[in-house]
């Protein structure tokens, strides 16, 4: 069992930057592939970006490719999701889900359907 808490939403002006981060609970949490989604008013849940494991593969939405960036300490039960440069159509709500995705391709890890856990969200707002 994983429970998963997201921090660092905020409000930010076009090409700001925002750190989120997803703090985890368990003991298992290093064995746990992460995945960050994100889903705005009206629209469904898409895929921003995902970390395997060992925190030695990223991977990302075209989107957010070049201003976002994954990373994890799993000592400290924590993954984190750094966004430069943000524009208006990066608001939503931002989520961290884990799931044990060894073996899976880029493009089964965008799909949420296959996440375990996931936290609660933390909003992101960035006006132009």
């Known amino acids: 069992q994983v429970q998963l808490i997201e921090s660092g939403g905020g409000s930010v002006q076009a090409g700001g930057s925002l750190r989120l981060l997803c703090a985890a609970s368990?003991?298992?949490?290093?064995?746990?592939?992460m995945g960050w989604f994100r889903q705005a008013p009206g629209k469904e849940r898409d895929f921003v970006a995902a970390?395997?494991?060992?925190?030695?593969?990223?991977y990302y939405a075209d989107s957010v490719k070049g201003r976002f960036t994954v990373s994890r300490d799993n000592a400290k039960n924590t993954v984190y999701l750094q966004m430069n440069s943000l524009k208006p159509e990066d608001t939503a709500v931002y989520y961290c889900?884990?799931?044990?995705?060894?073996?899976?391709?880029?493009?089964?890890?965008?799909?949420?359907?296959?996440?375990?856990?996931w936290g609660q969200g933390t909003q992101v707002t960035v006006s132009s």
């Open positions: 368990g003991r298992t949490f290093r064995s746990y592939d």
């Open positions: 889900a884990a799931a044990w995705l060894s073996g899976r391709s880029y493009q089964q890890r965008t799909e949420d359907r296959i996440y375990e856990y």
């Open positions: 970390i395997t494991w060992s925190g030695g593969s990223t």
